[in-house]
């Protein structure tokens, strides 16, 4: 009898092994889907702020070849006529 209860128990704790291992594995590949589509995001706003920067360090350029060739920037100018 003690016999049928261990190897009844050895069973249950089995089954309940291949359970927690069963759920554990689901959650990993959870885990490992979310972290693949933070790595693709992180990489395209990579890009994009490599992009914005490329930007600006070309508008800053122009702004200055714009300083140089005019003599320097003139507030006045800008100001619409009906000031």
């Known amino acids: 009898?003690?016999?049928d209860v261990s190897l009844a128990h050895q069973r249950a704790r089995l089954d309940d092994l291949e359970s927690r291992i069963a759920y554990q594995e689901h959650w990993?590949?959870?885990l490992d889907q979310a972290v693949a589509a933070q790595e693709q995001r992180l990489s395209q706003l990579e890009r994009i702020s490599d992009l914005i920067q490329r930007r600006l360090r070309?508008?800053?350029?122009?702004?200055?070849a714009g300083d140089d060739r005019e003599g320097g920037w003139q507030p006045e100018e800008d100001r619409p006529p009906h000031y």
Do not use: N, Y
């Open 1 to 3: 009898m003690t016999a």
């Open 28 to 30: 990993l590949d959870t």
């Open 58 to 64: 070309e508008q800053q350029q122009a702004l200055q």
